[in-house]
């Protein structure tokens, strides 16, 4: 035993969606990623979310796990077309075994599987995806609001919009920088109406994956361009969100891209509801330099495609940091999340910090000291953070279980308890041990 002790009353828990890890598409409608995968080339080995970790059969073992573990909070998501299918009995349910079990239920409202009808209707480039989302945002609080307080309205949305509609390698995979902007916008909208929707009882948040963005050099270019890449991942949502505004720079850096006429007088305002906590999801920092020839983005970790992520951005380049990395070729880096946790301790004074996600993929093993090793190193980072005064109150370890991991299908393995896909038995891993004991002993 270190002296790596966390505060009391710290949250321990793991995180899972819908879509990774439920299966079960028979008794729901598709959603964007069932149409991705059904598509060729775009998910590794043509895998799908039909079966996926089972866990809509398993979901009372899998409860009884965590429990087993000793883990006292739970993030998941709520799959909105199973909603739409009339399954929300299945959450309820879940629910009430969770909190049966004394484990804390974290809900994410939507992780990425937007109904298929509603992206044949526009999807997130279309200013109805948000208002259908904040009546299904009240539909679920109708139905777990007396029993759930903590709540996140979208996770990641700059991967629902410039993975699903810049670069493409997401569903639905459009490719268009204008749209993603839409999106983006209209995903920020979604979340304010969602966030006035719930409960006054309920903690609101959302969980971003703000990016730790470094220039490459001190250079003023290279600082430039990490400015750049810092309005299109962080400030894009951070500045409504926090501060009711978009970033004046933002605007500038796409005015050739979009004149943003679709952001409407008062939207910011609705976007800037008050907020319980923010979460965020951190796995790797990003490297980025100047490329006046206009060659970039590359190796941005967010798979090799002809279509960039990132509007108006071909000036930046994006570099592979030396050193380790996981199964995911992410560079492990914990110092980008110690700076993403003061900065939002700066940013925002007193507004409570969850990590949302963290975790790392590995080989299949049941033995994984690395993935230990990745935990204790991005552990050890929060407990600086805190003793510096960022007022973080829990970890949700990405993942429980080993889940469909996007266009990347089955192949990587994120779980701290291994599933054979074949029988759909679940084995703890070694890290699953260790993280028991810490959430047991509030220490390392
Ligand atoms: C995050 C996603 C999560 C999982 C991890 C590895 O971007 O929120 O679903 O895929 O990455």
């Not at 200013?127 to 007396?146: K, N």
């Not at 902007?181 to 995903?187: G, K």
């Not at 990490?226 to 605007?251: C, M």
């Not at 996981?326 to 900065?343: A, F, Q």
Request: aromatic residues 12%; hydrophobic residues 40%; glycine residues 10%.
């Amino acid at each position: 035993m270190t002296d790596m002790r966390f505060p009391e009353g710290f949250l321990w828990g793991t995180a899972t969606a819908a879509f990774q890890i439920e299966g079960g598409s028979a008794s729901r409608g598709p959603s964007i990623w069932d149409t991705f995968c059904a598509t060729p080339g775009k998910v590794y080995g043509g895998h799908t979310g039909d079966v996926a970790a089972d866990h809509l059969r398993l979901w009372r073992e899998d409860v009884r796990l965590m429990a087993e573990l000793g883990l006292g909070a739970y993030r998941f998501s709520v799959s909105w077309p199973r909603v739409l299918a009339g399954g929300i009995g299945f959450y309820d349910q879940l629910v009430d075994e969770l909190l049966s079990h004394g484990i804390t239920p974290c809900v994410t409202l939507y992780h990425w599987d937007l109904p298929q009808e509603l992206e044949a209707a526009g999807g997130w480039p279309d200013r109805e995806t948000a208002y259908a989302f904040a009546s299904y945002a009240a539909q679920v609080a109708e139905v777990l609001g007396d029993r759930v307080e903590l709540w996140t309205t979208l996770n990641e949305p700059w991967c629902s919009a410039f993975l699903g509609y810049a670069s493409g390698v997401h569903a639905p995979g459009r490719t268009s920088p204008a749209d993603s902007l839409r999106a983006a916008h209209h995903l920020n909208l979604a979340h304010g109406m969602a966030a006035a929707a719930l409960p006054a009882r309920s903690r609101v948040g959302i969980a971003l994956n703000p990016s730790a963005v470094r220039p490459l050099t001190p250079s003023a270019a290279d600082a430039d361009a990490a400015r750049r890449i810092d309005a299109l991942a962080n400030r894009i949502f951070t500045g409504p969100l926090l501060h009711g505004a978009y970033p004046p720079d933002l605007l500038a850096d796409t005015a050739a891209v979009t004149d943003w006429s679709f952001v409407r007088p008062g939207d910011e305002a609705l976007i800037h509801q008050p907020l319980d906590f923010l979460g965020v999801n951190y796995y790797t920092p990003a490297v980025v330099s100047a490329a006046p020839d206009g060659n970039g983005p590359r190796a941005d970790g967010h798979g090799g495609t002809a279509h960039s992520p990132w509007p108006a951005a071909d000036t930046v380049a994006f570099h592979q940091p030396p050193g380790e990395r996981t199964d995911m070729g992410w560079s492990i880096d914990p110092s980008g999340l110690y700076d993403l946790l003061m900065r939002f301790t700066r940013e925002a004074p007193g507004l409570p910090l969850l990590v949302t996600e963290n975790g790392a993929a590995y080989a299949p093993d049941v033995h994984d000291p690395l993935r230990i090793a990745y935990l204790e190193a991005h552990l050890a980072t929060i407990h600086r953070a805190l003793a510096d005064g960022a007022p973080v109150e829990g970890y949700f370890l990405w993942s429980l279980l080993d889940n469909f991991e996007w266009s990347y299908g089955y192949s990587k393995r994120f779980g701290i308890v291994h599933v054979d896909y074949e029988t759909q038995v679940r084995t703890p891993r070694s890290s699953a041990r260790w993280y028991a004991r810490l959430a047991r002993e509030g220490a390392f």
